[in-house]
Protein backbone atom coordinates (compact mmCIF):
# COMPACT_ATOMS: atom_id res chain seq x y z
CA UNK A 1 0.00 0.00 0.00
CA UNK A 2 1.27 3.18 -0.30
CA UNK A 3 2.94 4.94 2.62
CA UNK A 4 3.79 8.84 2.87
CA UNK A 5 6.15 9.12 5.85
CA UNK A 6 7.54 12.54 6.72
CA UNK A 7 10.53 14.07 8.77
CA UNK A 8 9.83 15.31 12.65
CA UNK A 9 9.32 18.51 14.03
CA UNK A 10 11.87 21.29 13.52
CA UNK A 11 12.47 24.41 15.72
CA UNK A 12 14.23 27.32 13.71
CA UNK A 13 14.81 31.41 14.40
CA UNK A 14 13.64 33.59 12.16
CA UNK A 15 16.40 33.91 9.14
CA UNK A 16 17.17 30.81 9.16
CA UNK A 17 16.27 27.58 6.73
CA UNK A 18 14.55 24.42 7.12
CA UNK A 19 14.37 21.23 4.85
CA UNK A 20 11.53 18.66 5.34
CA UNK A 21 12.04 15.16 3.91
CA UNK A 22 9.13 13.12 2.89
CA UNK A 23 9.74 9.44 1.85
CA UNK A 24 7.47 7.81 -0.35
CA UNK A 25 6.62 4.01 -0.41
CA UNK A 26 4.44 1.18 -2.24
CA UNK A 27 4.09 2.93 -5.97
CA UNK A 28 6.85 4.04 -8.05
CA UNK A 29 7.92 7.39 -7.84
CA UNK A 30 8.93 8.25 -11.20
CA UNK A 31 5.98 7.17 -12.59
CA UNK A 32 3.05 9.50 -13.33
CA UNK A 33 2.76 11.34 -10.10
CA UNK A 34 3.86 14.35 -8.53
CA UNK A 35 5.03 15.32 -4.97
CA UNK A 36 2.89 18.75 -3.40
CA UNK A 37 3.36 20.51 -0.48
CA UNK A 38 0.78 21.83 1.26
CA UNK A 39 0.84 23.89 4.74
CA UNK A 40 -1.65 24.87 7.55
CA UNK A 41 -0.65 27.50 9.96
CA UNK A 42 -2.03 26.80 13.48
CA UNK A 43 -5.67 27.37 12.86
CA UNK A 44 -5.95 28.24 9.73
CA UNK A 45 -6.98 26.13 6.32
CA UNK A 46 -4.78 24.78 3.85
CA UNK A 47 -2.26 26.61 1.66
CA UNK A 48 -0.68 25.18 -1.50
CA UNK A 49 2.92 25.53 -1.38
CA UNK A 50 4.43 23.87 -4.46
CA UNK A 51 4.83 20.87 -6.73
CA UNK A 52 7.18 18.86 -7.86
CA UNK A 53 7.07 15.99 -10.73
CA UNK A 54 10.08 13.54 -9.71
CA UNK A 55 10.14 11.86 -13.11
CA UNK A 56 11.56 14.88 -14.85
CA UNK A 57 12.21 17.28 -11.99
CA UNK A 58 10.00 19.88 -13.00
CA UNK A 59 8.67 21.99 -10.25
CA UNK A 60 6.21 24.96 -9.57
CA UNK A 61 5.85 26.94 -6.20
CA UNK A 62 3.03 29.55 -4.90
CA UNK A 63 4.09 32.95 -6.37
CA UNK A 64 4.71 34.25 -2.80
CA UNK A 65 6.89 31.54 -1.74
CA UNK A 66 9.20 31.68 -5.32
CA UNK A 67 12.37 32.35 -4.30
CA UNK A 68 12.20 31.42 -0.63
CA UNK A 69 11.53 27.43 -1.47
CA UNK A 70 13.10 24.59 -2.99
CA UNK A 71 11.79 21.34 -4.06
CA UNK A 72 13.64 18.02 -4.75
CA UNK A 73 13.59 14.57 -4.92
CA UNK A 74 16.33 11.99 -4.77
CA UNK A 75 14.88 8.75 -6.89
CA UNK A 76 16.89 6.54 -5.31
CA UNK A 77 15.35 6.66 -2.28
CA UNK A 78 11.99 7.77 -3.28
CA UNK A 79 11.71 10.99 -1.06
CA UNK A 80 11.16 14.41 -1.89
CA UNK A 81 12.19 17.35 -0.17
CA UNK A 82 10.90 21.41 0.31
CA UNK A 83 13.95 23.46 1.67
CA UNK A 84 12.59 26.29 2.94
CA UNK A 85 14.97 29.89 3.48
CA UNK A 86 14.71 33.27 5.25
CA UNK A 87 12.45 31.79 7.78
CA UNK A 88 9.92 34.24 9.42
CA UNK A 89 7.41 33.48 12.22
CA UNK A 90 4.30 33.62 9.84
CA UNK A 91 6.04 30.51 8.34
CA UNK A 92 5.20 28.67 11.35
CA UNK A 93 2.95 25.67 10.34
CA UNK A 94 2.35 21.94 9.69
CA UNK A 95 3.65 21.30 6.44
CA UNK A 96 2.39 17.89 4.33
CA UNK A 97 3.81 16.07 1.31
CA UNK A 98 0.86 14.43 -0.78
CA UNK A 99 1.31 12.56 -3.65
CA UNK A 100 -0.77 14.17 -6.68
CA UNK A 101 -1.56 11.43 -9.32
CA UNK A 102 -2.13 14.54 -11.68
CA UNK A 103 -5.70 16.94 -11.79
CA UNK A 104 -4.10 18.63 -9.03
CA UNK A 105 -5.46 16.37 -6.72
CA UNK A 106 -3.78 14.84 -3.97
CA UNK A 107 -4.41 11.25 -2.70
CA UNK A 108 -2.35 10.14 0.18
CA UNK A 109 -0.85 12.42 2.38
CA UNK A 110 2.12 12.37 5.01
CA UNK A 111 1.59 12.58 8.35
CA UNK A 112 2.48 16.36 8.76
CA UNK A 113 5.87 18.25 9.99
CA UNK A 114 5.56 20.93 12.28
CA UNK A 115 7.74 23.94 11.88
CA UNK A 116 7.88 26.19 14.49
CA UNK A 117 9.43 29.70 13.40
CA UNK A 118 10.50 31.69 17.10
CA UNK A 119 13.38 33.12 18.42
CA UNK B 1 -3.98 34.04 -6.22
CA UNK B 2 -7.29 34.72 -3.76
CA UNK B 3 -8.56 31.57 -2.38
CA UNK B 4 -11.87 30.05 -3.07
CA UNK B 5 -14.41 30.65 -1.31
CA UNK B 6 -16.55 28.73 1.06
CA UNK B 7 -18.83 29.22 4.09
CA UNK B 8 -17.75 29.34 6.96
CA UNK B 9 -19.49 27.01 8.71
CA UNK B 10 -22.60 24.30 7.95
CA UNK B 11 -24.31 22.21 10.21
CA UNK B 12 -27.25 19.28 9.89
CA UNK B 13 -28.71 16.02 11.76
CA UNK B 14 -27.93 13.00 11.32
CA UNK B 15 -29.92 11.32 8.43
CA UNK B 16 -30.31 14.73 6.64
CA UNK B 17 -28.37 16.14 3.64
CA UNK B 18 -26.08 19.17 3.27
CA UNK B 19 -23.94 21.45 0.62
CA UNK B 20 -21.06 23.15 0.46
CA UNK B 21 -19.99 25.81 -2.18
CA UNK B 22 -16.87 26.61 -3.52
CA UNK B 23 -17.05 29.98 -5.34
CA UNK B 24 -14.22 30.85 -7.56
CA UNK B 25 -13.16 32.36 -10.98
CA UNK B 26 -12.95 31.42 -14.67
CA UNK B 27 -9.23 31.01 -14.37
CA UNK B 28 -9.99 28.31 -11.98
CA UNK B 29 -13.05 26.57 -10.71
CA UNK B 30 -14.77 27.77 -14.17
CA UNK B 31 -11.55 26.85 -16.27
CA UNK B 32 -11.20 23.57 -15.36
CA UNK B 33 -12.76 20.14 -13.78
CA UNK B 34 -10.22 19.86 -11.49
CA UNK B 35 -11.84 20.52 -8.48
CA UNK B 36 -10.78 18.48 -5.13
CA UNK B 37 -12.32 18.22 -2.18
CA UNK B 38 -10.69 17.20 1.35
CA UNK B 39 -11.92 16.34 4.52
CA UNK B 40 -10.26 17.29 7.51
CA UNK B 41 -10.67 15.94 11.11
CA UNK B 42 -8.69 17.75 13.94
CA UNK B 43 -5.19 16.97 14.49
CA UNK B 44 -5.23 14.82 11.30
CA UNK B 45 -3.83 15.04 7.54
CA UNK B 46 -6.17 15.98 5.47
CA UNK B 47 -8.17 13.08 3.15
CA UNK B 48 -9.74 13.51 -0.35
CA UNK B 49 -13.23 12.65 -1.15
CA UNK B 50 -13.68 14.02 -4.78
CA UNK B 51 -11.18 14.52 -7.55
CA UNK B 52 -11.99 15.93 -10.95
CA UNK B 53 -15.28 17.57 -9.98
CA UNK B 54 -17.33 14.66 -9.37
CA UNK B 55 -15.17 11.38 -9.19
CA UNK B 56 -14.81 9.72 -5.36
CA UNK B 57 -12.03 7.93 -4.86
CA UNK B 58 -11.78 3.95 -4.33
CA UNK B 59 -13.28 3.50 -0.44
CA UNK B 60 -15.09 7.01 0.26
CA UNK B 61 -18.58 6.57 0.79
CA UNK B 62 -20.82 7.29 -2.07
CA UNK B 63 -23.11 9.31 0.52
CA UNK B 64 -20.05 12.03 -0.76
CA UNK B 65 -20.81 13.93 -3.83
CA UNK B 66 -19.54 16.73 -6.17
CA UNK B 67 -20.97 19.00 -8.83
CA UNK B 68 -19.84 22.09 -10.89
CA UNK B 69 -21.55 25.05 -12.03
CA UNK B 70 -20.14 27.68 -14.02
CA UNK B 71 -17.43 29.23 -11.14
CA UNK B 72 -19.16 27.27 -8.07
CA UNK B 73 -18.45 23.91 -6.82
CA UNK B 74 -20.71 22.21 -4.74
CA UNK B 75 -19.92 19.14 -2.14
CA UNK B 76 -23.00 17.34 -1.00
CA UNK B 77 -23.35 14.85 1.63
CA UNK B 78 -26.02 12.76 2.01
CA UNK B 79 -27.68 10.68 4.97
CA UNK B 80 -25.38 12.43 7.46
CA UNK B 81 -23.04 10.57 9.98
CA UNK B 82 -21.64 11.53 13.17
CA UNK B 83 -18.04 10.69 11.39
CA UNK B 84 -18.76 13.41 9.15
CA UNK B 85 -18.03 16.09 11.49
CA UNK B 86 -14.72 18.35 10.44
CA UNK B 87 -13.51 20.72 7.94
CA UNK B 88 -13.85 20.62 4.73
CA UNK B 89 -11.87 22.42 2.12
CA UNK B 90 -12.15 22.75 -1.61
CA UNK B 91 -9.37 23.19 -4.15
CA UNK B 92 -8.76 24.48 -7.88
CA UNK B 93 -6.07 24.02 -10.85
CA UNK B 94 -5.59 27.83 -11.75
CA UNK B 95 -4.75 28.96 -15.40
CA UNK B 96 -1.22 29.82 -13.62
CA UNK B 97 -0.20 25.72 -12.95
CA UNK B 98 -0.60 26.45 -9.56
CA UNK B 99 -3.57 24.71 -6.82
CA UNK B 100 -6.14 27.23 -4.78
CA UNK B 101 -7.64 26.42 -1.88
CA UNK B 102 -11.26 27.09 -0.48
CA UNK B 103 -10.68 29.53 2.85
CA UNK B 104 -12.62 25.90 4.75
CA UNK B 105 -16.06 25.42 5.79
CA UNK B 106 -16.66 23.28 9.51
CA UNK B 107 -19.70 20.80 9.43
CA UNK B 108 -21.36 20.03 12.72
CA UNK B 109 -22.88 17.07 12.79
CA UNK B 110 -26.06 18.42 15.30
Known amino acids: QVQVVQSGAEVKEPGASVKVSCKTS?????????ISWVRQAPGQGLEWVGW????????KSAQKLQGRVTLTTDTSTSTAYMEMRSLRSDDTAVYYC???????????WGQGTLVTVSS | QSALTQPASVSGSPGQSITISCTGT?????????VSWYQQHPDKAPKLVIY???NRPSGVSNRFSGSKSGNTASLTISGLQAEDDGDYYC??????????FGGGTKLTVL
Open chain 1, 98 to 108: ARDPGAASFDH
Open chain 1, 26 to 34: GYIFTYSYG
Open chain 1, 52 to 59: IYPKNGNT
Open chain 2, 26 to 34: SSDVGGYNY
Open chain 2, 52 to 54: EVS
Open chain 2, 91 to 100: SSFTSGSTVV
